[in-house]
Structures are given as structure tokens and as C-alpha cells.
């Protein structure tokens, strides 16, 4: 079989990309959610994630004022939450109440986190760093939030558990449970 591969304008597919509600709170007390793909882990000590968004979004200007959100991991049961969130405009609607998520006080910041979500992450903006069509904000986790039936008496998260969304190219994907393997350990 012959392999050849199709050459292509450059392009940034990385495939699966987790999908994010990040929720935010103005300095007027207005919270806000939008869904966000472009996002990853930065760094472990500190722990750090990295989140990207267009200028043109209203959560945009919201973290660039409070440098701070949260990171919240929705399921596939969510899909529809996650869908609004993502093609509705925060600066027109009140996307809490348009889909029914519910918010948790967040214990260091100010930003609400989505109480449906099985993973929240509490963040405060390190940098930001302008790329582009988009702009990169470095977070520090400041504290992490997780479903109880997430978490193994270890202390670890029992990944095995979740059901989490992804984004491929223009579809969202389920992420299957299940592991394949530990690390260090071939699976054969």
C-alpha cells in the first residue's frame, strides 16, 4: 500500500482538544460563561494551564480586567449547555440562566464555578501573551475542585470515571473511559 500524505497549508491540529467551560465574573458582579478548545496544561509546579481566546469576546476583556476564571470540565451529558455557551453572546444574554447551569461559589476567586461540572479549576492569570487571531493567558491553578466519585483514597483522580468532551475538527467527541495503560508500563 502505497503512503503518501497530502500537503496541507499549516494548520494547528492537535486532536483531541479538551473542551472548557470558563466561567468569569466582571467588576460589576455579572458572571459569564464561554466554551472554550484551545486550551492545555502549562506546567506542573506550579500547576498551570493555558487558555486562548479572541480579542472580539466579551470574557476576553472580562479576564484581561480580573486576571482570574475557572476552568470547568463538562460531560457529554452537557453538550447542550456547552453548545450555548459557545454560540451565544455573553454581552446579550445571561448564559447561567439560558442554560440552566448552576453556580458554586468559588473558594479563592471571584469567578462562579458551573456546580454540574465534575472538575473545576480555580485560575489567576500569570501572563497573557498575544499571539495572533488570538490571545494566550497562562494561569496558575489555584485550587482544584472534583467530584468526590472522581477521587480514589489515593488522592488521585480515577480518570476511568469521567466523561469528558472533546473537540475534534468541527465535532464534538467523546472521550471513551477507560485506560490503556500505566505510564512506563507498554500495553501489548
Known amino acids: 500500500m502505497e503512503r503518501t500524505k497530502k500537503k496541507m497549508s499549516p494548520r494547528p491540529w492537535l486532536f483531541p482538544r479538551p ?10 458582579g455579572r458572571d459569564n460563561l464561554i466554551t472554550v478548545s484551545w486550551a492545555g496544561v502549562a506546567c ?8 486562548s481566546l479572541r480579542r472580539s469576546r466579551a470574557s476576553h476583556a472580562v479576564i484581561c480586567a480580573t486576571r482570574e476564571f475557572v476552568a470547568n470540565i463538562p460531560t457529554s451529558r452537557q453538550m447542550a449547555e456547552v453548545e450555548l455557551c459557545g454560540t451565544q453572546c455573553g454581552k446579550d444574554t445571561d448564559k447561567f440562566a439560558a442554560s440552566g447551569l448552576a453556580k458554586q461559589a468559588s473558594t479563592i476567586i ?3 464555578m458551573v456546580a454540574e461540572c465534575p472538575i473545576n479549576l480555580e485560575c489567576q492569570v500569570r501572563q497573557i501573551v498575544p ?7 497562562i494561569a496558575e491553578v489555584v485550587k482544584t475542585h472534583a467530584h468526590h466519585a472522581l ?20 465535532d464534538f467527541l467523546r472521550l471513551l473511559k477507560g485506560r490503556l495503560g500505566q505510564r512506563g508500563l507498554a500495553v501489548r
Open 19 to 28: 473542551v472548557l467551560l470558563v466561567s468569569t465574573r466582571d467588576g460589576a
Open 131 to 137: 499571539l495572533g487571531s488570538h490571545d494566550l493567558f
Open 151 to 170: 477521587v480514589g483514597e489515593d488522592g488521585q483522580l480515577e480518570v476511568e470515571h469521567l466523561d469528558c468532551l472533546a473537540w475534534g475538527d468541527g
Open 110 to 112: 471571584a469567578a462562579p
Open 44 to 51: 506542573t509546579r506550579p500547576p498551570m494551564v493555558t487558555v
